[in-house]
């Protein structure tokens, strides 16, 4: 697996890519869990569900399945619950993965643009990243109500690389799972992924990116091999 060519613009997903915010999503999801009178999943559970939205991870956890739907009335009672928890533990158990402010900080020293696409809600996103430390660093920010649409629909990708004035075929996407690698292909992006994310439990390198490296310390030295 290898690169073709060396892009102009890296767009980089959020949650299992820069940050693990699994701990802060599972204390969110017992807590609305014991609130519904429900018994609390674990963090083991909860990790294997992250990655579509929190709307979604709430459908989750009250079904136990990753696509079926809850019945309506529990849905609208849990999501309000989930929503005011998670505002107020949005970043106090989570961390930043090994390599990512290198692996940024080495991009922009290169000349590369940098941005962060993730289906999170702006409302969630932007407290993360500026919790994190790395807000600053990107020149785009993209969330999950940014454009009517998420990954894997090519939308959000495609805004920013408009926003930034970039063919596609000159941008490259980072992420850890399925949805990134789809959003990517149908974006006309390459894409690139780790394999310490969220991705359902399924080995990432079975969707078939680009390239896997194990830390985003170690994607300059990989864009320099590319042509």
């Given at each position: 697996?290898?690169?073709?060519?060396?892009?102009?613009?890296?767009?980089?997903?959020?949650?299992?890519?820069?940050?693990?915010?699994?701990?802060?999503?599972?204390?969110?999801?017992?807590?609305?869990?014991?609130?519904?009178?429900?018994?609390?999943?674990?963090?083991?559970?909860?990790?294997?569900?992250?990655?579509?939205?929190?709307?979604?991870?709430?459908?989750?956890?009250?079904?136990?399945?990753?696509?079926?739907?809850?019945?309506?009335?529990?849905?609208?009672?849990?999501?309000?619950?989930?929503?005011?928890?998670?505002?107020?533990?949005?970043?106090?158990?989570?961390?930043?993965?090994?390599?990512?402010?290198?692996?940024?900080?080495?991009?922009?020293?290169?000349?590369?643009?940098?941005?962060?696409?993730?289906?999170?809600?702006?409302a969630f996103t932007?407290?993360?990243?500026?919790?994190?430390?790395?807000?600053?660093?990107?020149?785009?920010?993209?969330?999950?109500d940014t454009t009517?649409?998420?990954?894997?629909?090519?939308?959000?990708?495609?805004?920013?690389?408009?926003?930034?004035?970039?063919?596609?075929?000159?941008?490259?996407?980072?992420?850890?799972?399925?949805?990134?690698?789809?959003?990517?292909?149908?974006?006309?992006?390459?894409?690139?992924?780790?394999?310490?994310?969220?991705?359902?439990?399924?080995?990432?390198?079975?969707?078939?990116?680009?390239?896997?490296?194990?830390?985003?310390?170690?994607?300059?030295?990989?864009?320099?091999?590319?042509?």
């Open positions: 697996m290898s690169l073709t060519r060396r892009p102009l613009l890296v767009l980089i997903d959020l949650d299992g890519t820069l940050v693990d915010s699994v701990p802060d999503l599972a204390f969110c999801v017992d807590e609305m869990m014991v609130a519904l009178g429900r018994a609390p999943w674990g963090i083991d559970k909860v990790r294997t569900w992250v990655g579509n939205g929190v709307e979604r991870l709430v459908m989750r956890a009250l079904t136990d399945t990753l696509w079926d739907d809850p019945a309506e009335h529990d849905f609208q009672q849990a999501l309000p619950i989930f929503m005011q928890l998670y505002a107020d533990n949005n970043s106090g158990r989570s961390c930043l993965y090994p390599g990512v402010v290198d692996g940024i900080d080495a991009l922009k020293a290169a000349g590369y643009r940098v941005g962060c696409v993730t289906n999170k809600a702006e932007v407290p993360l990243l500026k919790a994190m430390g790395i807000f600053d660093r990107f020149d785009i920010v993209v969330s999950g009517p649409k998420k990954k894997p629909d090519p939308m959000p990708l495609l805004y920013a690389a408009e926003k930034l004035d970039t063919r596609a075929e000159d941008c490259l996407m980072v992420g850890d799972s399925m949805h990134d690698v789809q959003a990517a292909r149908n974006a006309g992006f390459q894409v690139v992924c780790v394999p310490y994310g969220y991705n359902h439990g399924h080995d990432i390198r079975e969707a078939k990116p680009d390239a896997v490296i194990d830390s985003l310390a170690a994607l300059k030295p990989l864009l320099e091999q590319a042509a």
